[in-house]
């Protein structure tokens, strides 16, 4: 029982030599056809998912180098901001006179002379944040600043605007100039 099934067909007299080997070299061509499609079928998935692959990295490095230009072109701003605040800091304006200003949500003052003062509030000088420390810069430096950064010049917002409230009882009474908070 150890022969094949070809050699028991031959023995039966139901295959001879010939047609048996016609029979294998058939069934060996047609394998060598099927893995040769095989071969060019997974090629092609190859190509495509190497096709894939190259394109995910493009937009991954694309999307990386947006991200390294946005973070360079925000340093170079910052940086924009430093050097007109230190090269426009008006230092002669100390004194004895508390300006008071918010910064977000917080109360801070600076102490300023009598004309430093009046510059402050008729909008001349405005508030600069330079880190944690507030300087005075001219008002054409503070809206080169703001067109930079809202965030760096500190909104002084002294000129009184009149509300157009008619049921106000004390609309006809101004606002002393000398009031300070």
């Known amino acids: 029982m150890a022969n094949s099934l070809f050699d028991q067909l031959k023995q039966a007299g139901l295959v001879d030599k010939n047609k048996a080997n016609k029979v ?15 071969q060019a079928k997974q090629r092609k998935e190859a190509d495509k998912l190497a096709k894939q692959a190259l394109a995910e ?7 990386m180098n947006q991200q390294i230009n946005a973070e360079a072109e925000r340093k170079a701003i ?14 002669d304006v100390e004194g004895d006179i508390v300006y ?16 430093g ?8 000088l405005m508030v600069a944040k330079l880190g944690e420390n507030y300087k005075l810069v001219p008002q054409i430096v503070a809206d080169k ?12 917002s002294h000129s009184i605007e009149k509300d157009s409230d008619e049921d106000d009882p004390y609309a006809e009474y101004a606002i002393p100039d000398d009031l300070m908070w």
């Open 145 to 156: 600043i703001k067109q930079r950064d809202e965030k760096s010049i500190i909104s002084a």
């Open 24 to 38: 294998k070299h058939d069934q060996y061509k047609k394998k060598k056809n099927t893995s040769k499609k095989l």
């Open 78 to 91: 910052a940086a924009q901001i430093k050097q007109l605040i230190e090269n426009n800091t008006i230092d």
């Open 100 to 115: 008071n200003f918010t910064d977000n949500s917080l109360v801070k003052h600076l102490y300023v002379s009598e004309q």
């Open 57 to 63: 990295k493009t937009e991954r490095d694309r999307v």
């Open 117 to 124: 003062y009046k510059s402050l509030m008729s909008g001349r």
